[in-house]
């Protein structure tokens, strides 16, 4: 995994990796969804056009998580019944992965974490109920499926072959958050914190016409 | 270019649509991040997320209200700039009654969205709340914690939109109901919606017209607000506390000059002399003066003591202190009478033997007294009466006199905040407790 360039296998183009823990990313110029494979990449499909997106974040935003920086890498779109929210893929200078959700301008970020008890059971999910993880009481608050829109750049894992997620987001009273992810089996656990967007101290944003740059 | 060098994104002005409903132009302020807007002619419900622009739904608007900040226009709240971009008026039922309010929708790309809400013309600007207030007991009632606040139960109530124009977060809908619930901590306030899906909690902070004004710039006149609102701050705020804090520290300052002055006090003895009073000599040129004597200070107090042999009988002084110097009097008559005996429910007394006055602000000098005495004359034994002048004692009554008045403005002040915050609960759930006499508050 010492390549940090490649060549699109569809259009020739440089495909450049700025996390070496990538293992999916999308060719800039085609859209060819390309996953690691040994040293070569292989071109598993297209990734779809991006939605009417107006996220002021875009891949190479640069920001602050408490005091330690980030640059957005890549992302996932996902469309749920108000519309579409970003999963943005973060890349810490540690070199530590994490995800920065940006649902209409509300923002979280989040870390994939391991389950220090049992999450509820898929089917019993009930909105106000309460799960302990790491020694936070979390209560549930929305359960949303969602489908896979689209994604952009580099990812920890491949995308190309899912389609529906299933959601179940928990809250606290301290604003830290938790999102169990139950469209995978074993279930994935992120846990995060909202975040002030003027905490997060984000540079080279988009650009609004009509509006003061940030 | 170099696909490794930071793309420099650009977002156009979004341009105007066709409503699929009936055609008329709509302005789109924040496509992409709005779900739903609201077609000015006819009211459809337009899914803004959906590139078609599909129809969720249409409703005759029961009303058409203009909004007091028109739509599109921007301004500056919490230092960041905001653009009204959608506008709804709900309201609640209440005894058959309806109490509308209206809602604007505010919007900048880079911080999401607010809300301003305005109730008789008390604002609020209200931000979604992604953490969960806790619940928590005030007073016995419901009340929920937020960071370092305390928030408690106000109202709980069915909420209909009446009227809804321009661009929304949500695919708001002319009808929609959701169950509202408001706590108060002023000048904040917590806000639950509920609805089959989900609960979602928002925080308000009372703003005045005139801040809403000045910041959009709004050209009509700024109504003033009418009543008090729930989460409206008192002017009392804090004031309570404060009078009551200022009467304690007035009262330790009054304590300490009554012992400053209780010890330092001259208390001096200018006079002292029994007189014998003969009640047969009593006809006649009565009047006898006393020899002279000295008042030390200027303008200081002089206590008169009078102690008198009186059983079952009385005596009356007029008395005149008389300054030796300048000829000024200062006339004062003092009776002392002490009765005793026993009836049927036992032994009484009536009156004393002794009798004391205070004289304020006698000029220093040379005095002496003139006295007339008078008793009855039918008496046969003689009466001795000592009279003793004090100059220089210590005074309380004063004191207590201004640590009574100093109640005055804590009670009044305390008065005041208890009517503010009556007249503020009196539009809450709690209204009949807290002005029957039953109450609990």
Known sequence: ?214 | MNPTAPRKGFVPKAKALNCPNCGSQIELRAAGAASAVICNYCSSTIDATHPQLRIIGQWQAAMTIEPAIPLGSRGKLKGVLWEAIGFQQRGINVDGTNYFWREYVLWNPYQGFRYLSEYNNHWSFVTPLQTLPAPTTVMGMPGLILGPDTYRHFQTARAYTWFVIGEFPWMVQVGEAVDAADYVSPPKMLSSETTDNEVTWSQGEYMTGAEIWQAFQVKTPCPPPIGIFADQPSPYAGKVAGAWKFYGLMCMVLFAMMVFFAITARGQRAFDKTVTITPSQMAGEKSFVTEVFTLDGNNDNLEVNIDADVSNKWIFLSMALINEETGQAFDFGREVSFYFGTDSDGSWTEGSRSDDVLLPNIPGGRYYLRIEPETDPSLAAPISARIQLVRGVPYYFRYFLGMFLLLIPPIWTSIRSAAFEAKRWSESDYSGGSSSSDGDD
């Not at chain 1, 598993?44 to 009417?52: N, Q």
């Not at chain 1, 949303?144 to 829109?149: F, M, P, R, V």
């Not at chain 1, 992120?190 to 944003?205: R, V, W």
């Open chain 1, 1 to 214: 995994m010492s390549t940090r360039n490649a060549i699109c296998p569809n259009c020739g183009a440089e495909v450049r990796f700025r996390w070496s823990g990538a293992v999916q990313t999308t060719c800039e110029y085609c859209k060819s969804i390309l996953v690691r494979n040994d040293l070569n990449l292989a071109l598993v499909g297209k990734a779809a056009d991006l939605p009417i997106d107006i996220s002021p974040i875009q891949i190479g935003t640069e920001g602050m998580f408490n005091n330690k920086a980030f640059q957005v890498i890549g992302r996932i779109v996902y469309r749920y019944d108000l519309g579409t929210w970003n999963e943005w893929h973060l890349m810490f200078t540690d070199g530590s992965s994490g995800w920065l959700s940006d649902a209409q301008a509300e923002y979280a970020v989040s870390f994939a974490n391991s389950f220090t008890d049992a999450p509820p059971d898929a089917g019993g999910l009930q909105r106000g109920m309460m799960m302990v993880q790491h020694n936070v009481p979390l209560y549930l608050t929305v359960i949303s499926h969602a489908l896979y829109e689209t994604t952009e750049g580099e990812l920890p894992f491949t995308s190309y072959d899912k389609e529906k997620c299933y959601f179940a987001d928990f809250r606290t009273n301290d604003g830290r958050f938790a999102t169990v992810d139950y469209s995978e089996n074993p279930p994935l656990l992120f846990l995060g914190q909202f975040a002030e967007f003027s905490s997060l101290q984000l540079k080279n944003l988009k650009e609004f016409e009509g509006w003061p740059t940030v």
